[in-house]
C-alpha cells in the first residue's frame, strides 16, 4: 500500500529546481554488502519518498526542512537516519531475525453464551466474579443482568437473589450440582459460599435439567467450587470496606500422593462498627461474624477412569441487628430497645464419585451424596424463630448413548430425607420429607443445526404425593452465529413459609396460616409451569464482535402459596386461588467497542400477578422495568502479566409498588409506589504479576440512599413497625480495597 | 457401591463371541484444522452403527468405537473420504477434495505450514 502511495506520488513529480538527494540501500549478507532493490526510501512525517532501483540506488527530492529518512524493506530492520546536509547517502540494512509475525489472538469472555447448548444458559468465569470484589455468592450477580439483587429488609442486611421476578426459593441453587441453598439455609445460604470458593457459576434460565431435582422453577443456578488439584498451591485475599467490614480468605492445595490431593479453604469475615446513616436509631447493617471452613479431597486415577471428592465444611454465623443502643445481654426478650439476634450452625459432608469407563468413554456414572445438619437460632425483637434442618441427598446418574453419540442419555435415581424442626413464637412444628425418584433426560444433537434435550422424572414423595415431571429444551439455528431457544417444565415444591420469608419477623405483624388442610404447614405444594422463548444472535459491528438476546418467559402457577403483605398488621400465607403468573422479558446487547473494552447493557420488563384475597395486584416491590449496563476495560498485559483493570456498573431500578398501607394511621401510611433508584459501582484492578494484585473499589459511589426504610422506627414495639418496605440503599456508598496472593 | 460398577460394568460391556458390538479401532485420516475435525466426526458418526468418533488434530489418528454387526473400517473410511478426508484405506477423489473449505486442503504443504505455524504460536 505505501509503496503505491509513494508511487502516485513520485510519478507525475519530477522538478529540475528542486534539489535531489541520491544513495544506495545496500543489504548485509553473509560476506559481502549486495545492493538491496525495492526497499522504501522516505522523509519522515511526509509522502515523499522513492523506491530503490535495481542497484540499489534512489533519488529523491530534498528539502532543508527534511531531516529524517525513513529506510525500510520487509524482512530488515527499518533504519532511520538523520539527514543535516545534501550528501550521498550509503546505507546498509540489517536483516531482521525473522518476520514480524502476526498473533492472533482470542480472549475468553467472562462471561459467554452458548451458541449450541439446548438450555440457555450463561457461564459466568472466575474473571467476571473479579469484576465486583464479591465476598460471597449473594454478592457476585451484581454484574449479571439476569439475576436481580436486592436487599430483603432494613433490618437483616441480607441480599436476595430474583430471577424472571421471582425471589430464591424459586430457584434451584447448587454448589457442584447439589441442591445447596435449600430448606433452612434459603434466606441467608447464598452469604453461606465465600465468592473466593468458587471457580464459575452457570446460570439456566428456565426449568433446567430434571436430573438435579424436581423443584426448580425459575431457573437454576450451580456454583462450581475450586478444586484441589487444579487450583492455587497458595492463595491469600484480604478486603477491607469502609463500613469496617473485613474479611480474608486463604486457600491451601496441596498433592498427598500422585492420585489424591486436598485443599483447605478458610474464609473469616467480621463487622463489628455500628453505623446509623439515615439517624433512624437503627442500625443500617448488622453486625457480624463469619467463620467458614471447608476441607477438599479429591481422587483422580485416569487409567480406572475414577475421579472422587469429599468435602467436609463447618459454618458459623452469628448476626446482630436492630437498634443501636441494644445490648443481647441487657436487651434481649424486653421492650428496652429492638433487636435481632441470627446464629447459624451448619456442618455438611458431600462427596462425588464418577467413573468414566476407559474403554467406552460415553459411558458414566456419577453418584452423590450430601448430608448437611444446619440449626439456626434467632429472635428479631420479641419474635422468637429456631430452625433445625437435618438433610440428606443422593443422586445416581448413569450417562450412556443410543446407537451414537448424537443421542446421549441421563438416566439415574434421587433419594432425599429432610427433617426441619422449627419454634416460632410459642408454635413448634415437625415435619420430616422424603422422595425417591428415578430420572430419564434423551439428549439428541444432530450435530448441526438442532439440539434438543428432553427430560422427564417421576417422584414418589410422603408430602408431595406422586407426580411427574416432565421438561423439554430446543435450540435450533436457522442461520449464522445465532440460536433460537424454546423451553418448558414443570416444577413443584414445598414452600418452607418461616424459613423464606424470615423478614416477616422484623415487623409487628400478626402470622396467619389460612390453612386448607394441606401436609406442609397445613398448605398444598407449590406448582408452576415455565416457559421460556429466546433468540441469541451474534454479529460484526464496525469489525467487532457483538450480539443481541430477546427472551421471554412465564411461569404459571398452578397451585402456589401465597404470601400476603397487603394488610399492614397481618402476613397471611393461603394456597392461591384464581390467577398467579410471572411474565420477564429481557433484550440485552454486549458489545466489543475495542480491544480490551466491553460493554454489557440490559434492559428488563417484569410483568408479575397474583390474585389476593384482596384481588388482582402486582407482585409488591419489583421494577416493572430495569436497565442495566456495565463497563469493562483492561490495558494491556505486559510482560510480567502487570495490566490494569476497570469496571463499572450502572442499574436502574423503575419505581415498585408497596404493599398496601391504606389501614394504617394516615402519618405511616406510604405512597403507592417507591422513587425509582439508580447506583453505580466502581472498581479499578491493579495487577502487579500473576502472583498479585489489588482492586480499589466502591459500591453505589453517588451515594443514593432510601431515606426512611423503617416505618414506625421510633416506636419498634408499636403496631405499625415494620422493616419490609425496601426498595434500594440504605447506607449509601461504600468504598473497599484489598488484595490478592497467589501461588500456582 | 463398588459392587455394583463391577456388576454394571460386567453386564455392559459383555461382548457376544461371534462380533463385538463395541468393536474399538483407531484409523489415521488426514486434516488440519478444528473444522475438519467437525466434518470428520460427523461423517463417521453419521455412519450407521458407529457409536463415537474422536479425531485428534495433532496425530491425526480417529478413534472409533462401532458395531461390527452393522458396519466396518472400510465403510467408514468411505463415508469419511466421501467428504474429503484421505484415509489410509481410501484416499478422496479431487472432486470430493475440492468440496471442502480452502483453509482445509490438508494436501496443499503452505496450508499444513499456515496450520503448523498456529500450533507453533498457541504453544
Known amino acids: 500500500m505505501r509503496k503505491f502511495i509513494i508511487l502516485i506520488v513520485l510519478c507525475p513529480i519530477y522538478l529540475f529546481s528542486q534539489d535531489q538527494l541520491k544513495g544506495i540501500v545496500l543489504e548485509a549478507s553473509s560476506a559481502k554488502e549486495m545492493p538491496l532493490p525495492g526497499a522504501n526510501v522516505y ?15 534512489f ?9 529524517e529518512l525513513v ?3 520487509v524482512g530488515f530492520k527499518t533504519d532511520t537516519i538523520t539527514v543535516n546536509e545534501n550528501k550521498y547517502i550509503k546505507h546498509v540494512l540489517e536483516a531482521s531475525d525473522e518476520l514480524d509475525a502476526v498473533v492472533v489472538k482470542s480472549r475468553n469472555q467472562a462471561t459467554s453464551k452458548s451458541y449450541l447448548k439446548a438450555t440457555n444458559t450463561l457461564f459466568v468465569s472466575s474473571d467476571e466474579l473479579l469484576k465486583a470484589a464479591c465476598c460471597n455468592l449473594s454478592e457476585s450477580f451484581e ?16 441480599r436476595q437473589i430474583k430471577m424472571l421476578g421471582l425471589n430464591s426459593p424459586y430457584i434451584l441453587i447448587a454448589t457442584e450440582n447439589i441442591p445447596a441453598i435449600r430448606g433452612a439455609s434459603q434466606a441467608y445460604g447464598l452469604s453461606f459460599i465465600p465468592g473466593t470458593w468458587v471457580e464459575s457459576i452457570q446460570i439456566t434460565k428456565g426449568t433446567g435439567s430434571v436430573v438435579n431435582g424436581f423443584e426448580s422453577i425459575a431457573g437454576q443456578i450451580n456454583a462450581e467450587l475450586v478444586k484441589p488439584s487444579t487450583d492455587n498451591r497458595l492463595f491469600v485475599n484480604l478486603y477491607g470496606a469502609s463500613s469496617e467490614r473485613l474479611e480474608l480468605n486463604t486457600h491451601l492445595n496441596t498433592k498427598v500422593s500422585d492420585k489424591w490431593s486436598t485443599g483447605l479453604y478458610l474464609h473469616g469475615n467480621t463487622h463489628q462498627q455500628k453505623h446509623d446513616v439515615n439517624d433512624d436509631g437503627f442500625l443500617d447493617m448488622p453486625l457480624y461474624n463469619q467463620i467458614n471452613v471447608m476441607n477438599r479431597w479429591q481422587y483422580t486415577n485416569p487409567e480406572k477412569g475414577v475421579v472422587s471428592f469429599i468435602n467436609f465444611r463447618y459454618l458459623n454465623d452469628e448476626k446482630q441487628a436492630g437498634q443501636v443502643n441494644f445490648d443481647p445481654e441487657r436487651d434481649r426478650a424486653t421492650t428496652n430497645f429492638w433487636g435481632s439476634e441470627i446464629n447459624t450452625e451448619r456442618f455438611e459432608v458431600t462427596t462425588k464419585l464418577g467413573y468414566v469407563n476407559p474403554e467406552i468413554p460415553y459411558q458414566s456414572i456419577g453418584f452423590q451424596t450430601a448430608f448437611s445438619h444446619h440449626k439456626q437460632d434467632s429472635y428479631f425483637g420479641l419474635n422468637l424463630y429456631d430452625i433445625q434442618h437435618n438433610s440428606f441427598y443422593s443422586n445416581l446418574v448413569y450417562n450412556t448413548i443410543i446407537s451414537d453419540s448424537r443421542h446421549k442419555v441421563k438416566t439415574g435415581l434421587s433419594f432425599t430425607y429432610d427433617h426441619y424442626d422449627e419454634l416460632v413464637n410459642t408454635d413448634t412444628y415437625e415435619r420430616t420429607e422424603n422422595s425417591v425418584g428415578g430420572f430419564f433426560e434423551y439428549a439428541y444433537d444432530n450435530l448441526d443445526k438442532l439440539t434438543m434435550t428432553a427430560g422427564v422424572r417421576v417422584d414418589q414423595h410422603n408430602r408431595l404425593g406422586f407426580f411427574v415431571t416432565p421438561r423439554l429444551h430446543v435450540r435450533y439455528t436457522p442461520w449464522g452465529k445465532s440460536a433460537w431457544r424454546f423451553s418448558v417444565g414443570r416444577g413443584k415444591r414445598s414452600a418452607n413459609i418461616f424459613a423464606e420469608n424470615q423478614n416477616m419477623f422484623a415487623s409487628s405483624r400478626q402470622i396467619n396460616i389460612l390453612n386448607s388442610g394441606g401436609k406442609i404447614y397445613g398448605l398444598d405444594p407449590e406448582i408452576a409451569w415455565n416457559y421460556g422463548i429466546s433468540y441469541l444472535q451474534g454479529f460484526n459491528l464496525f469489525e467487532r464482535k457483538a450480539d443481541i438476546t430477546f427472551d421471554f418467559y412465564r411461569t404459571d402457577f398452578k397451585n402456589q402459596v401465597v404470601v400476603d403483605w397487603e394488610n399492614p398488621y397481618e402476613i397471611n400465607f393461603y394456597n392461591l386461588e384464581g390467577d398467579s403468573y410471572a411474565n420477564s422479558f429481557q433484550f440485552e446487547f454486549n458489545y466489543n467497542v475495542f480491544e480490551h473494552f466491553d460493554i454489557r447493557t440490559a434492559y428488563k420488563y417484569y410483568d408479575i400477578k397474583t390474585d389476593y384475597n384482596s384481588g388482582k395486584l402486582e407482585k409488591p416491590l419489583i421494577p416493572k422495568h430495569r436497565l442495566f449496563a456495565n463497563a469493562s476495560y483492561e490495558t494491556n498485559q505486559k510482560e510480567n502479566g502487570a495490566q490494569w483493570k476497570f469496571d463499572a456498573t450502572y442499574n436502574w431500578l423503575d419505581s415498585q409498588r408497596f404493599p ?3 389501614l394504617s394511621p394516615v402519618e405511616f401510611q406510604l405512597d403507592d409506589y417507591s422513587p425509582t433508584v439508580g447506583t453505580l459501582n466502581l472498581q479499578v484492578t491493579k495487577v502487579f504479576s500473576p502472583k498479585f494484585e489489588v482492586y480499589l473499589g466502591g459500591e453505589n459511589v453517588t451515594n443514593v440512599r432510601q431515606g426512611n426504610p423503617i416505618v414506625s422506627a421510633e416506636n419498634p414495639f408499636g403496631s405499625n413497625f415494620d422493616s419490609n418496605f425496601v426498595y434500594g440503599p440504605i447506607f449509601g456508598s461504600m468504598y473497599y480495597a484489598g488484595l490478592r496472593y497467589k501461588l500456582k | 457401591m463398588k459392587r455394583i460398577i463391577i456388576i454394571l460394568t460386567v453386564l455392559l460391556t459383555t461382548a457376544t463371541f461371534a462380533q463385538n458390538k463395541n468393536a474399538k479401532a483407531s484409523i489415521e ?7 475438519c475435525k467437525e466434518r470428520i466426526e460427523k461423517a463417521a458418526i453419521r455412519t450407521k452403527g458407529v457409536k463415537s468418533a474422536v479425531w485428534n488434530v495433532d496425530t491425526h489418528e480417529l478413534k472409533l468405537i462401532f458395531d461390527e454387526r452393522k458396519t466396518d473400517l472400510t465403510t467408514i473410511s468411505k463415508k469419511i473420504a466421501s467428504v474429503g478426508h484421505d484415509t489410509k484405506e481410501i484416499k478422496a477423489t479431487e472432486e470430493q477434495y475440492n468440496s471442502m473449505h480452502p483453509c482445509c486442503k490438508y494436501r496443499d504443504e503452505e496450508v499444513q505450514n499456515d496450520h503448523k505455524k498456529e500450533k507453533g504460536q498457541r504453544k
Open chain 1, 43 to 57: 522523509w519522515s512525517g511526509s509522502s515523499v519518498g522513492a523506491i530503490t532501483a535495481d542497484d540499489g540506488t
Open chain 1, 59 to 67: 533519488s529523491l527530492p530534498y528539502k532543508f526542512s527534511y531531516n
Open chain 1, 71 to 73: 529506510i525500510s524493506y
Open chain 1, 143 to 158: 454484574t449479571n443482568p439476569s439475576i436481580d439483587v436486592n436487599f430483603a429488609d432494613a433490618v437483616s442486611g441480607t
Open chain 1, 660 to 662: 398496601s398501607t391504606d
Open chain 2, 29 to 35: 485420516v488426514d486434516g488440519v484444522c478444528g473444522m
